[in-house]
């Protein structure tokens, strides 16, 4: 739990939550760290802007519903479970027209609200979804996370589709993983650290590009008749990167953009987004909820196998193990199991 | 060849055919044999009605361009390369906004005009797609079909979807392997034959439902909490099939119509159609090319294996013990090489 | 108020409703009387099954909110509202993935849990949405029907599409207005009453057929080049005129169908669905609520103009008149205000 | 004709040029002047990098087939024509797969080959329409522009959605006429000149913001509840209104970008783009050829009145005052008529 206006965090005894009337109590099960979590951990500048302590930490969780509020109409005590972490309105014009992800009233849970990093969570119905049963927690934690690259990759076609994936983070990662099971062309990767393309390779990326050393530009042209690939995801958020992206697209290709730069970017609009006819999509969140419907099926039939992302695992109570892990770089998804 | 308004067809010597100035010559390695040269062969009432003799059947073919017209722009000598079985007018409303597979002047190769089942093959180049080189040509001559059931799987939402297939013959066999290569949720197979069952089995179906014996609408039921599939592709054209099919679809489901009927079909819309909102799709040959260039894809990647469907290959000159193959219906495609 | 199992209604003092929790009071300023509504008062097998007296009946309405629940968020005292007649229950899979217009657990206004044919109407906020003020009333009330024909006309494409109107009944005129409104090529339309085509005409329709009289299938052949319309928009629910609409689209195009047959329809589903690769939906409801957010531009633009299908406008008390004149079909819709 | 490597151009007597065998001999009746043809007049930098003179300039047409070749299957002497600017392959990935107007071997009318600016022009049967014959040869001959709007306009949902146009050339002109035929919502249009702000609300533009003088963003957000519009058309090219257009757009919306910036855009990707899960799309060109299906209906209709753009009529002979009249930016089209 975030208890002062400082680096750190701490584990506390709190009272159990009430469930709310329309959503339940979840026992926590395993809960995974988001960069996100790092930050208001690591108390950044965002998360000084934005975070109120005390405030429990965490969105990223599978548990089991103990008990349930009197109005709660879609979840009974023993439900397995997860979540999306956007505790979106309901009301406003995108949560009504399918575009909840962009919900002008999102809160966060653990930033804006209190989160998962604790042994109970009280969770509004509208925010669960059943997990299916052969997914394990330490899996099924995951699913926020995960559910953005499902998210980027699905956004436009990507059945037989060539796509390069710039970023090899955890996202980056999930997003090779997904086009495997999805039957997406070639995969080219690209990171800078020779960890994250050993992680890319281990999940079936076709062709690594080692920042700075490899051209990854010539490697696409190269393989694809210097046509570019059909599909970008940018998931470094690096400004050479989402340049790079505008250029590695074919013409007609898309380009989704999901890592954050921290500055503004200079693109030759002309050249690289007009002439090419592309389409560039800025993607943030998950789709609510086909998204999470169709990332479960995925993991359901075994095709999306996303388990070498889970490099660690560690008990619930050493927490800042897992932030160490974080700050390192040296990790995929870091997973605290109760 | 197909020289006499009578069943049957010979294998004559005949003047090897010229390139139109827009297409190529091209030396045929693999053919397959489609239902619909067996009708032909058969010469059963439909081909009476359409096909005039001589004409040299066949439209599923691999081979290898040995001569280009003076115009062609899009193929060279050596060319590994298939083609599409619908020879389209390029000039129609249909073909000029993407609907090219219900051209209005549509000419089926082996049917309306000379085919493939033959040393060599002249076709004009907008007929031609190039093959990748990794899929052999006895895989590689099965894609006219293969496409049709690709053109069914994708003309809707697919990855991690519920899927039931009725009818597994070789376009049904086809839909399984692309559903479990594009990431679909549970396949359910039905069809009347153990032989065809056993098929469907092999390339992954995790439901299979012997007509008459099982209830696959109970099972279907079973399995997805009442609701129905998402996805049917009806591959079987028995009437009693497509009322099924309207019924399997859970409510905002879709159904994908393939297999032919041979007469009306009494449909209670109101229950089944109008208050599901289901959509459902005439489903006719292959979108022009996307279907084609998806497909390569698939097969390039190694994703999608068909060649259990490939149940019997003979030399080209045994091809009346392929049709009698295709009469007892203990097989699924028969090849022919050269 | 339907106080008895028996055909008609009464009108009666009762109490104020209160609002629900997460909704509104709304003081009701016109109602419109829907088709569903007649088959209520008139009590015929459809409604013994299904309506459990007493209820108050009624779905289409506008008004102003006069009181809200302690948790509603989106309303507030003195908002000019109306809403969707279909209550769901925005748990279940189609709920949660933009398909709530075949919610499995959707109950309907004035027919499964009280309705608005009164001075006052208590409702969740998940079924209000907020009116266009320069939108009167009379014309606010009649949304739902007319939020059938925008998801009917809009369920694929229809800007400079050719257009057939199978059924002027209000929906049917809705669609023609619709259509008009949103620059689709020519519209065909069909009735048996001369009544009816005349208020078509009004709206716009280019080409009128009136059943038995008229040879639509012949008009339309000969106006799209003997092709048939890019869309047919089937209204009446007419068996024939089911088949009909699928002979009337073009190859590739779409038949929309809203209209509710009374008995099974025979589809030559091989000629007629699968050769011409057409698309077949089954409509009912309105997107939730995409729908309504696109309806109310069009209206408050001025671009859609419905108030020719207002036919009748009578004060809320004359309601038996108001059923009278639905049972005639003499009239388009009819109108009650308060 | 163009000549010589220097501005200017000149009127010669040229032999009769011969149909294509697949294409037509066209007797043109009126062109008109699109900002390519004023830069190859002008030989700016771009024009003496790319045209190799002599060539007959021009790419808007409108005529009358008077002769046919040989294999020409689809025109006939008589016919009443225009045609597309863009001469595409026909063979690549995005001619074979409905992205013609992103063909990799494009060539242009009067830029790469001959055009239309004379008395006859030879033109493959491909690249031509058949015009509505209610539309006179001086609106038909816009329409390769009047595509690029309704390209634009259209390449997402449009009915019913606020919209901002960006730049009131042309071009921009188009897109407002269009959003009002299809049944856009509100509709903001911003240039820098009186005169062409003047055009824009003879188009029926609702809000009109002139560049410098009047803050758009403001009163976009006042009269959208502080979202921005649902999408941004823009027409400008300035980097400034690219960077605007992104702010524009409300959180879920879509930009589309045509006007050419001369020099790279710097973006705020984060906040601009990702956060609010935009869809930013580079347009060019016309769908081949749904635009121009669609962009025929709605002029046969006579919903898309385009009259007001056509600022300025001249005999062919005027060539040069027309060029004049473009380089003065006090004019829409300028149509030479022979």
Redesign the interface.
């Known amino acids: 739990m975030k208890t002062a206006v400082a680096p750190g965090a701490q584990l506390l005894d709190v009272p159990t939550p009430i469930p709310p009337r329309d959503g339940a109590l979840v026992k926590i099960k395993s809960v995974s760290i988001c960069g996100t979590d790092f930050h208001v951990y690591s108390w950044d500048a965002w998360a000084q802007g934005r975070v109120k302590p005390p405030v429990t930490m965490g969105h990223e969780w599978a548990g089991e519903v103990v008990k349930v509020g009197p109005e709660c109409?879609?979840l009974k005590v023993g439900d397995y479970v997860s979540g999306e972490s956007h505790k979106v309105?309901?009301?406003c014009?995108?949560c009504?027209?399918?575009?909840g992800?962009?919900c002008?009233n999102t809160k966060i849970f653990g930033v804006d609200v209190n989160g998962c990093f604790a042994e109970y969570f009280a969770v509004p119905?509208?925010s669960v979804i059943h997990n299916a049963p052969r997914v394990p927690p330490e899996i099924a934690c995951m699913q926020d996370p995960l559910g953005n690259a499902v998210h980027a990759a699905?956004a436009g076609d990507?059945?037989?589709?060539?796509v390069a994936v710039l970023g090899c983070g955890p996202i980056g990662l999930f997003a090779i993983a997904v086009c495997r099971?999805?039957?997406?062309?070639?995969v080219f990767a690209s990171d800078t650290t020779e960890y994250r393309l050993d992680l890319a390779r281990a999940l079936g990326a076709d062709t690594l590009a080692r920042v700075t050393d490899d051209d990854i530009e010539q490697m696409v042209k190269g393989t694809t008749g210097g046509?570019g690939v059909d599909v970008v995801l940018e998931m470094s958020g690096a400004p050479v990167a989402?340049q790079q992206a505008m250029r590695l697209a074919?013409?007609?290709g898309r380009v989704s953009?999901?890592g954050?730069?921290?500055r503004?970017?200079?693109?030759?609009?002309?050249e690289d987004?007009?002439?090419?006819?592309?389409?560039?999509?800025?993607?943030?969140?998950r789709r609510?909820?086909?998204t999470w419907?169709?990332?479960?099926?995925?993991l359901?039939?075994g095709?999306?196998d996303v388990s070498p992302i889970l490099t660690h695992k560690l008990p619930f109570e050493e927490f800042r193990a897992g932030m160490d892990l974080m700050r390192s770089g040296q990790c995929g998804k870091v997973v605290l199991t109760l």
Not at 96 to 99: E, K
Not at 264 to 270: E, G, K, M, T, Y
């Open positions: 109409q879609s309105c309901g009301h014009l995108q009504r027209t399918g575009q992800h962009v002008q119905e509208a699905l990507i059945i037989g589709k060539s099971a999805v039957g997406a062309g070639p046509q989402i074919r013409p007609g953009l999901m954050i730069p921290s503004a970017v200079s693109l030759d609009i002309a987004v007009i002439f090419k006819g592309l389409t560039v999509q800025g993607i943030v969140g609510l909820y086909d419907y169709t990332m479960k099926a995925l359901a039939s095709k999306l």
